[in-house]
């Protein structure tokens, strides 16, 4: 559901509220856009430091400037501490929370509801279990098997088996897991086609190398920004950091304190910038008039409304 935005007061994050962080000096604003309330993982994770941020400035923040610069350290904070707040919320490892909040786009709040209906079910849906890596018992020394994938006898201890079973020696998970990475794959699964066992954290982190882990942690982190409705990178060109707004549907401009570049957060365009007095559908309009297909944008002018949603045109067809 959706609901207008509103100072709620202060609750513990063992309970999972949905209580707002920002600011008192916008308590009761009547220009708070609505939201979906599964959309504030980054809002609950940065709570604090903006309140400090906002204590240490001797008063609230404005609205005109009610937003934040965030470095890709702030921004992987921001994401594991979600992750450790799920994780106690639900007793479960970080591991396992972490792969949870992915697979449901860092939804916090449905996946806490969905996950305490029933566990078992929702994790295997998932792909997860709470077991560990599958153990073989008490194995002789000096055993060999056979790697399911590069079918060499390898000693027992140079393999390694998910909670599925499937066991592959140490390289080709190392070659498996490295070649997902540089496919920009942050959802792994177990290297068996048949088989939908996600892989864990640990487990990207325990085969392969130094440069492949940056690079995945990178990854994780533009996956968890690429959920939120909040958040968004500065467009500015070679600028790293992100910009996280209070309201995603904001008017006036945000300005990235890493660059020094304003623009519009709705549009985030860096051809646009900040496009005022225009208004963003205004700008939307102009630059479609004046491409190449200007007599196409006149029909879908003309005869399409612009999903709420997705922002894709959308043609209402009547059926006798």
Known sequence: GVRKTKKQGNSTSAEMSDDDFFVDGDE????FEEYEEDDKALEDALSADMKKEKAGAGGGMSRSTSFKSLSSVLLQEGMESVVAEVSDVLTISNDVAESLLRANNWKKETLVDNFSDNPTKFLKAA????????????VPA???VNCLICLDSVPFDETFAMSCGHRYCSSCWKLYLEGKIGECQ?????PNPKCATLVLP???RRFVDKASVEQYTAQCVKNF???SRHIKWCPFPGCTSATYCDTFTRIKPVTCTSCSFSYCFNCNDYGIGDHRPASCDQVEKWNAKAS????NINWLIANTKRCPHCRSPIEKVLFY
Do not use: F, H, N, R
Request: charge should be negative; include cysteine; proline fraction near 3%.
């Open 28 to 31: 009761g604003s009547d220009d």
């Open 127 to 138: 792909g997860l279990t709470l077991s560990g890596p599958a153990s073989a018992g008490k």
């Open 142 to 144: 000096g055993t060999k």
């Open 186 to 190: 942050v959802i792994v699964k177990c």
């Open 202 to 204: 640990s487990t990207v």
């Open 225 to 227: 920004v690429a959920e």
């Open 292 to 295: 190449d297909q200007a007599e």
